[in-house]
Nanobody, 128 residues
Framework: QVKLVESGGGLVQPGGSLRLSCDTS????????IAWFRQAPGKEREGVAC????????QYTDSVLDRFTISSDNAGDTVYLQMNGLKPEDTAVYYC?????????????????????WGQGTQVTVSS
């Protein structure tokens, strides 16, 4: 069983920054596609950012483009989501997820049914 563990959430003022981390030791980001999804209260889960480490390729949903950056450490054991210019609408539980197969493509549309393993989530609250 693949275990993913997120950390780094918290409360931040609008315009502030946070960096989320996901322990991907069980699904090395050099080989497995890793994505961040989020779910706000009363809303469907949505894809935020995705990393295809084997192809050095990233993908973002439009609402976070130029504000969020997904990356991994050299070993592929940790995937980060650097979030700058945070807005109240970014408030959500953020989940790290991976796909079962190696070298698969990013999929950010939909609620994440293509992904097989999920972390427990970390809360991000943007409020003054």
């Amino acid at each position: 069983q693949v275990k993913l563990v997120e950390s780094g959430g918290g409360l931040v003022q609008p315009g502030g920054s946070l960096r989320l981390s996901c322990d991907t030791s069980d699904a090395n980001a050099r080989f497995y596609t890793i994505a961040w999804f989020r779910q706000a209260p009363g809303k469907e889960r949505e894809g935020v950012a995705c990393l295809e480490g084997s192809k050095n390729r990233v993908q973002y949903t439009d609402s976070v483009l130029d504000r969020f950056t997904i990356s991994s450490d050299n070993a592929g054991d940790t995937v980060y989501l650097q979030m700058n210019g945070l807005k109240p609408e970014d408030t959500a539980v953020y989940y790290c997820t991976s796909r079962y197969l190696l070298y698969t493509d990013c999929v950010l549309n939909g609620s994440g049914s293509e992904y097989d393993y999920w972390g427990q989530g970390t809360q991000v609250t943007v409020s003054s």
